[in-house]
Each structure stands twice: as C-alpha cells, then as structure tokens.
C-alpha cells in the first residue's frame, strides 16, 4: 500500500512539475473603452509583444499575423544584454511583414555594448523605437497619441524616479487619447498621474513562478533597485487601473532567468481599443 502511495505521489508530482512548465504561447485579449477614443479607432487593435530576449518561441509569427493588428509595439528587451541580437532582427522583419511596429527600449537592451548597431539595423527594416518622443496615430481622419520613454536603469531608486520624470519632461503635451509604452511595470507608481489613457509594460515576466489564482512570486534582479517587492511584486501581469489610467501588463516570451517559467506560459496580449459612444 506504501509503495502505491508512494508511486502516485511520484506521478502526481512529475505531472504537476511537466503541467507548470507549459511553455505553448498564450494569447490574452482586453478591451479598452474610453469616452475619448475616437470612433474611428473603434475595433483599432494593438498587438503588445515584451521581453522577447532572442528566445525560441514556436509558432510567434503565425500567431501574432493571426491576430491581424492594426500595430505592434514592442515594450522593451527585444534582445538579451548577451549573445547575438540577430534572432530579433529576423523577428523584426516578419513583424514588418504583418503592421507597422513600434518599440521602447528595455534593460537588456540597452545593456548591450553594441545597442547602437541594433538599433539602427532595427530602424534599417522599418521598426520605430520611440527614446523619450510621442507620434500620432492617424485613421480615418482622427487621431490618438502612442508615446514611448526610454528605460531608466540605475542602481539608485532616487535616480530612477528622476530618470523618469526626465524622460516624461521630454514628451509634449497632447489632450486626446494618449498611450504610453514604457518597460517597468513595476514603476507604475511614478506614471499613473501623468494623464496617459493607457500604459503598456512588461519586464516582470508574470512574476515567474506563478500561483494559483495568478499570483506572481519572483521580482527581476534589475528591479530591486527601485526598492520594488523581490518577493510577490505588486504589478506583474495583467490589467491595472488607477483613476485615469489603465496598464496592460504582458508577461513576456522569453525568459533570461536561470530560473524556469512555472505556471507562465509565454503571452502576446491583444488591445482592442473601444469608443464609449455613452
């Protein structure tokens, strides 16, 4: 009787470990209604790819032309701070094939003592980084804001707040509808009073190893810098409000960590973007 106990523990336990390494991609969909999202961006749809890492992830590209975007925005470590960035910039070239693609810079990115080069062959295929700067998206006529700032990378929390008020100073005004692509989401606190409609981040890669009910538990080592929660961290994944602002938080593709993904599986998140006609 032991050794049946003993065996069935065995299974249930090598099933759960093979359950949480799931590693098949996840789409996730929100909708965002606004009173000031114009009614020609009504069903606008924003594909949101984070923390790529140069990682092998099957069936990314049929998936995200699956969707069908309007856009692509890339919100931050298109490429790892080690290794060859050329995985991204193949990536980059089939996401060109599919809508217009808009990127912010992440730690890992900007870590790489050869950033410069990325970059500029990223620009080379039509990818548009955004360092501190905001465009207007236009359809039909109307048109809302996408901005985006760089990441603020620093061992000091002080001058990581003042990197991103600096960044932040940098962006002009603007009244309509207005989305911001930022990498840290763990830096919520620092933007959700600056009047954008929308933020989208990732960096906090779910947390992880998640829990039941999608409890992240794990910090990167990057943050803890911004005296930011190692252990169960407030802004993982998934859809955030504050008064004015939401935040969209993807859970990222790839993972840098020595550590596995459990209960994580790699996501794209999909933004509809809705006009309250209320």
Avoid at 10 to 32: K, W
Wanted: glycine fraction near 8%; proline fraction near 5%.
């Amino acid at each position: 009787m032991k050794k049946l106990l003993k065996a069935a523990a065995f299974t249930g336990g090598v099933l759960f470990i093979i359950n949480g390494l799931d590693n098949r991609l996840e789409v996730t969909h929100y909708n965002i209604s606004s009173k000031k999202i114009p009614p020609e961006f009504d069903g606008f749809k924003i594909l949101q790819l984070s923390d790529y890492h140069c990682d092998s992830i099957p069936g990314l590209v049929e998936e995200i032309s699956r969707e069908q975007p309007d856009i692509i925005v890339s919100t931050g470590d298109l490429a790892d701070d080690k290794g060859s960035y050329l995985p991204a910039l193949r990536l980059c070239e089939h996401l060109m094939d599919i809508a217009p693609v808009y990127a912010v810079t992440g730690n890992h990115d900007l870590w790489r003592g050869d950033y410069e080069k990325f970059e500029k062959e990223l620009s080379m295929i039509g990818i548009r980084t955004l360092h501190n700067e905001r465009v207007l998206l236009t359809r039909s006529g109307a048109e809302i804001s996408l901005s985006g700032i760089d990441d603020p990378f620093s061992m000091n929390s002080s001058k990581i707040a003042e990197n991103v008020q600096s960044s932040l100073a940098k962006l002009p005004n603007y009244h309509g509808y207005d989305i911001l692509l930022f990498h840290r989401a763990n830096l919520f606190e620092h933007l959700k009073h600056h009047g954008f409609d929308l933020i989208l981040a990732g960096h906090m890669h779910g947390g992880q190893i998640r829990l039941p009910g999608g409890k992240g538990m794990v910090s990167p080592k990057s943050s803890w810098a911004s005296k930011a929660p190692v252990f169960f961290p407030k802004y993982v994944a998934g859809h955030y409000r504050s008064v004015r602002t939401d935040m969209i938080v993807n859970r990222g593709v790839g993972n840098p960590m020595l550590l596995p993904r459990l209960f994580n599986r790699p996501e794209l998140t999909v933004i509809t973007l809705q006009n309250n006609k209320e």
